[in-house]
């Protein structure tokens, strides 16, 4: 009997021994698996940060030079004889005076070896075509400057800057760029007298667009786009909220409100083209608003953003608790003193985090923005809600198609300026939800 009863606790160890190592087995197994899934969670975290950093050093390293231009110093003469023969100072004969012929003049004078007529069209080349504005202004700012000689800095054109950038090579041949060795020994010859610098590029953030690149700004597109977001805030963020409390707060639970908000959740997710399309209909063709407007924009953007608003607004709403709501109920307030009282309040972060984010999302699209005719050449910054303007996003789409190598940097500028708009949304999002959020 002994015999049985020492077999049969062998078999049990051996079973018990055998149910442990399987039970091993399986954590490690189990434990390997965790573990893998963290390094592909560690690698696709790699990846991403990778991918965002060649992102951001490609655009940084294209567009930081276009925060500064070259200039060209020269010793300009103001004749008074060009600007003003009669000597009357009057503001219309100042104003249409021939500054270009001023700033030939300089340079012939620097260069007077320089005789041709084709070697002085290319010397002439050296300085942008907006120079003359910029003599311009300042005689009609100061008039005292007519019969006086000044050392005056000049806007080199596009050629010049990309050289002195080092966009293009000094040591490639001739036949492979547009600057040719004469312009490249004139600019040389400048460069040693110490008369190129580059300086910082307020015209980039004060001026509209224009054909030639060193004269082109997005100061109006960065106003287009401030005043398209302000029709598209004012718009859609008081529709989308009481949208969201009427529907979370008052409306019955039945199809018809469920109905609704299968809708407002397939709205969220309609490609920002048909919006376009949409706002192309109604309010260009059937209403007859001013086409390439803000007001425009902003109407497209609103009908764009209000869904994502709403759903936001609903989730806030939602994340108050229901003792809040009970409590104002027992203490004798009414359903509208509860929920513009108590309840919206303490939702409002959420609410406020779901309109910057949505903000942010109308604020970089290009789509409906084209299909309402904001793709315009717009030199004039805009004035108004219904002066024609255009936008940053649709500004870069438009210096993205241009040839010219100076255009590639200001696309990839406005393209940082843009990102920064979109970066400081974000962290206002971020701190306005920890700012006023509260946890039960």
């Known amino acids: 009997m002994s015999d049985s009863v020492n077999k049969g606790m062998k078999t049990t160890s051996a079973s018990a021994h055998a149910s442990t190592e399987r039970v091993r087995a399986s954590l490690r197994r189990r434990y390997a698996a965790e573990r ?26 294209k567009g930081h030079t276009a925060f500064v231009q070259t200039h060209i110093l020269a010793s300009v003469h103001f ?24 700033i ?13 007529r084709g070697d002085k069209k290319s010397l002439y080349g050296l300085i942008s075509g907006g120079a003359a504005f910029d003599l311009r202004e300042m005689v009609m700012d100061d008039p005292d400057l007519i019969g006086q000689t000044r050392d005056v800095w000049l806007v080199a054109s ?20 547009r600057f040719s060795d004469k312009e490249m020994g004139w600019l040389s010859t400048l460069e040693s007298a110490g008369r190129v610098e580059t300086h910082f590029n307020t015209r980039l953030f004060t001026a509209g667009d224009s054909r030639e690149p060193e004269l082109a700004g997005i100061g109006g597109a960065a106003i287009g786009s401030l005043l398209t977001m302000a029709i598209t ?34 709205l969220a997710a309609v490609p920002s083209i048909v919006y376009g399309l949409l706002g192309l209909a109604v309010f260009l063709v059937f209403m007859e608003l001013p086409r390439s407007a803000p ?27 229901p003792s809040i709501r009970e409590g104002a109920l ?74 010219e190598r100076a255009f590639v940097e200001r696309t990839s500028a406005t393209i940082i300026v ?19 959020e509260r946890r039960w």
Do not use: C
Request: glycine share 8%.
């Open 36 to 61: 893998r899934f963290r390094a592909y969670g560690i690698v696709a975290i790699m990846l991403a940060l990778l991918g965002l950093a060649t992102l951001f050093v490609s655009i940084i390293g």
């Open 158 to 177: 596009d050629d010049v800057d990309m050289v002195v950038k080092g966009h293009v090579s000094r040591d490639i041949p001739e036949s492979e760029r």
């Open 295 to 321: 007001l425009v924009g902003g109407l497209v953007l609103a009908l764009m953003t209000l869904p994502t608003i709403i759903i936001a607004g609903r989730a806030a709403l939602k994340a108050v608790p």
């Open 104 to 116: 030939r003049a300089s340079l012939r004078d620097m260069f007077p070896e320089v005789k041709s």
């Open 418 to 436: 843009l990102l920064g708009f979109l970066v400081a949304m974000n962290i206002l999002a971020v701190y306005l939800r920890k700012k006023f």
């Open 330 to 403: 027992g203490v004798g307030a009414s359903r509208v003193q509860t929920v513009f009282h108590h309840i919206l309040p303490l939702a409002m972060p959420g609410i406020l985090t779901g309109t910057i984010i949505g903000m942010a999302r109308a604020l970089g699209e290009t789509a409906p923005l084209l299909m309402i005719g904001m793709v315009a050449f717009i030199v004039d910054i805009p004035g108004g809600f219904t002066d024609p303007a255009t936008a940053l996003p649709v500004q870069i789409y438009l210096w993205a198609d241009s040839p």
């Open 233 to 266: 805030l004012l718009l859609a963020f008081p529709l989308g909220v009481a949208a969201a409390i009427y529907l979370e707060e008052f409306a019955k639970k039945n199809r018809w409100s469920h109905f609704i908000e299968v809708n407002i959740n397939n």
């Open 79 to 102: 004749d008074e004889k060009a600007i003003d023969p009669e000597g009357k100072r009057d503001a219309d004969v100042l104003s249409r005076a021939n500054y270009n012929g001023l």
